[in-house]
């Protein structure tokens, strides 16, 4: 007989913390909040991977060679070879026997007691009168115990967790919690969408009698996702409805001047997108813009037109990157073009020379425009009229980020910018009313990269190319694998050797270049790469972003199939800059078919958006995003392309809600609101839901 709950179970709740449930010690609650679980209510979220069909036993006797079937018979014989390391457990019934193999599976040994029934579900391998399975999935039952049969769940792992235990805790925890967690949705909000409630829909994602119950509660959960990120980032971009804009001059004399010092004109993509920020610039009403843009397109451009409008009309401008390398070579490049025009550069990394002065002259507002790192939301930055806020990279920032640093001004003008492309659907779901600006097209005599894959076999190749260009005065990068565990250590053994290796090739200047350098060791390296003094720069994939070297024109990537392919498109983006022909080699021997499809679609494609849409379908939106980035937890069941109609209806069921109550102070949205807040955590801006 399973045993009932005790005393101390029945008084937990859903908000207590896992450790105080019996069977989760010090270990596995280390494993289970590695997986963002800590209370019973995170675990309930922990949605299974798909569900098998266990609802049929299959006599061992009618058995086939290489299905996968679900079985029920008693342990006799359990053996366990400690030389091999190999666990043999022999299970019958009345009609034939079945050994089940399990490898390196010494935590397991005890369980199968002699005597005992066990329901073991995997593939099956029939050689004559021989039956076996390999590591099948497996439920020993205690004397009076049943089967639990259906559609079971699998769910994900991690360090030492087992299926097994998870299975068995989930169905204790499940049932007993789900009921109890509130359902934020008001009912007629329900009634119109057709969707169940909220408890119902968790025990039948983790439990479903059958496939429409799990699709009804998929439904349901799904829709929760989109509606609750639509209406937290149309909530955080409406601050206040009544804020007043500050009103930038984009007609100014140095917005003029520095289109006519360019030794280019505008692309057409540029042109289309500039006029659509100097709408914005010229409104009263704050500007909050993403702009898109494939690598190389001319983002930065458009950067400085926005700052140098803020300045013309009396105010400063903060340009804030993600890295110290990246800060750097963008305040490089704003300095160049800027200082000609009179404008001072401020750089403020929080560790530099000259920082104390910057801070002075930015509040007292003797310094116009500044580049930096985070270290512009610190407390002790201050501005004395900051118009404009220009974020680069945009989703290496969270929400809290980019809300500290627009907080630093009276509602000013924001220019968020990407160059990993993000497909509409997703766009409209993570930045809501944020207007979306992207740029077309490359500038003028840009010429495709050329992406071919070799495998390991075949990289000698890619170096005798790497070689002949540096012959002919071209230069070339080599980016260093993810090898596992901390990738930076990792990256960075593998760049140092790798650079150890390559200066013994006679007449190659070698540079190395990775985060764990200092600051200056770091410029000094990039300089040199981009006077010519390196021909071949060893790098981590520090350099994804930022920087810029039109002689560069080879690249090899090593063990690509580590990369995604937002950061293979990246990486590849810093060759081509220039209008010579560049290649770029992706060296790797697939092991997965998803790895397989990610080099195929990289040799096939070079428009960054494709690939974006490529990559969503291969791993799904949460882990593109980077979704806890922006302050509102990450999609897990949703799909933007599959529930494209969930999502549609979510976010007009969000814009009625916030038209109806923008700040959800309503008793009909009470628990609405409360959910919201709980997903915007610590980025939601001061003034709003309070």
């Known amino acids: 007989m399973a045993k009932g709950p005790t005393e101390q179970e029945l008084e937990l709740g859903p908000g207590d913390l896992v450790t105080k449930w019996p069977g989760i010690g010090y270990t596995r609650s280390q494993e289970l909040e590695s997986m963002g679980i800590r209370t019973f209510e995170d675990l309930l979220g922990l949605w299974p991977r798909r569900h098998e ?10 058995l086939q060679d290489g299905e996968t079937a679900t079985i029920q018979g008693e342990i006799y014989n359990a053996h366990y070879d400690a030389g091999k390391k190999i666990l043999r457990v022999q299970i019958m019934d009345r009609s034939a026997a079945l050994t089940a193999i399990f490898f390196h599976a010494t935590w ?40 639990y049969l259906g559609l079971v769940p699998i769910y994900p792992l991690s360090g030492s967790l087992k299926q097994n235990f998870l299975q068995r805790l989930m169905k204790d925890v499940v049932p007993r919690f789900a009921p109890q967690v509130p359902d934020p949705l008001p009912q007629a909000l329900r009634e119109q969408e057709g969707l169940s409630n909220r408890a119902m829909a968790i025990v039948h994602q983790h439990f479903p009698p059958d496939l429409p119950s799990r699709e009804a509660s998929r439904k349901r959960l799904v829709f929760d996702e989109f509606l609750r990120v639509a209406l937290s980032v149309l909530i ?114 929080g560790r530099d020379r000259g920082a104390d002065e910057y801070r002075a002259a930015l509040k007292e507002g003797t310094m116009a425009v500044v580049v930096g790192t985070q270290a512009l939301i610190a407390d002790h930055v201050e501005f004395k009229r900051l118009g404009v806020v220009v974020i680069d990279e945009q989703h290496r920032f969270g929400v809290k980020q980019r809300a500290k640093l627009s907080q630093k001004g009276e509602y000013p003008d924001m220019l968020v910018m990407t160059a990993t492309p993000i497909p509409r659907t997703l766009a409209l779901t993570v930045y809501g009313d944020l207007e979306v600006s992207r740029i077309v097209g490359l500038p003028p005599g840009r010429k495709p990269v050329e992406t071919i894959h070799l495998t390991h076999r075949e990289r000698r190749f890619a170096y005798q190319k790497v070689m002949n260009a540096v012959k002919q005065g071209d230069q070339a990068y080599v980016v260093c694998p993810l090898v596992g565990g901390d990738e930076e250590d ?20 070698v540079g190395l270049l990775h985060g764990k350098m200092p600051t200056k060791e770091k410029t000094l390296v990039m300089d040199q790469f981009r006077r010519k003094e390196l021909d071949v720069l060893v790098a981590t994939t520090i350099i994804e972003v930022g920087v810029d070297v039109p002689n560069a024109t080879m690249m090899v990537i090593e063990e690509a199939d580590r990369f995604g392919l937002a950061q293979l498109h990246q990486l590849r983006g810093r060759i081509g800059r220039g209008d010579k022909a560049a290649t770029c080699f992706l060296i790797a021997d697939a092991k997965t078919d998803q790895a397989r499809e990610r080099l195929e679609a990289m040799v096939r494609y070079q428009d960054g958006l494709k690939l974006a849409e490529e990559d969503l379908k291969l791993r799904g939106p949460g882990e593109i995003l980077g979704m806890r980035q922006h302050g509102v937890t990450g999609f897990q069941l949703a799909n933007p392309l599959k ?48």
């Open 490 to 509: 990792t990256q960075v053994k593998a760049a140092v050797d790798l650079a150890e290796g390559m200066k013994k090739v006679p007449g190659w200047r």
């Open 236 to 349: 955080m971009h409406q601050a206040d409805p009544n804020a007043p804009g500050m009103i930038q001059n984009p007609d100014g004399v140095l917005v003029k001047k520095f289109v006519e010092s360019l030794p280019y004109s505008l692309t057409p993509g540029q042109i289309h997108v500039w006029k659509e920020i100097q709408k914005d610039l010229r409104s009263a009403n704050p500007m909050a813009r993403l702009l898109q843009g494939d690598v190389g397109s001319g983002k930065t451009v458009i950067a400085v037109l926005t700052m140098l409008a803020a300045v013309d009309a009396g105010f400063q401008a903060a340009f804030m990157a993600p890295t110290e390398l990246l800060a750097e070579q963008q305040w490089l490049v704003l300095r160049n073009f800027l200082t000609p025009l009179g404008v001072e550069v401020a750089f403020l990394t």
């Open 643 to 690: 529930d494209l109609d969930l999502l549609q209806r979510a976010r007009a069921a969000a814009r009625e809600i916030i038209q109806k109550d923008p700040r959800l102070m309503s008793k009909e949205y009470h628990l609405l609101r409360h959910w919201v807040r709980e997903a915007l955590e610590e980025g939601i801006p001061a003034k709003v839901l309070h």
């Open 53 to 62: 069909d266990r609802s049929v036993i299959t006599p061992l006797g009618m």
């Open 108 to 147: 397991i040994r005890r369980q199968f007691r002699e005597g005992y029934h066990a329901v073991l579900s995997g593939k099956v391998e029939k050689r004559w009168t021989k039956i076996t399975m390999a590591h099948p999935e497996f439920q020993v039952l205690a004397p009076g115990e049943h089967p």
